[in-house]
């Protein structure tokens, strides 16, 4: 399982999530447990949702990048 989940998208995934949570909590209403799995992704840094499509939001490293 290599990581498909970049840094802003976690960082997007884990305001996301809080938000769901919190409106979960404030309306009293199970639905918020739904912000669990965008918290989840974000943690673990893999959406197995972008497999079959093939994406990734990770960076990329280029051959030049190479430190000596």
Do not use: E, H
């Amino acid at each position: 399982m290599t990581a498909n989940v970049g840094s802003i998208d976690r960082i997007i995934r884990i305001i996301v999530g809080l938000t769901i949570l919190g409106a979960g909590f404030y309306f009293k209403n199970w639905w918020g447990l739904l912000g669990v799995g965008p918290l989840l992704t974000a943690f673990v840094g893999f959406c197995p949702a972008y497999v079959p499509f093939g994406l990734s939001t990770c960076a990329v490293k280029q051959d030049g990048d190479k430190k000596p």
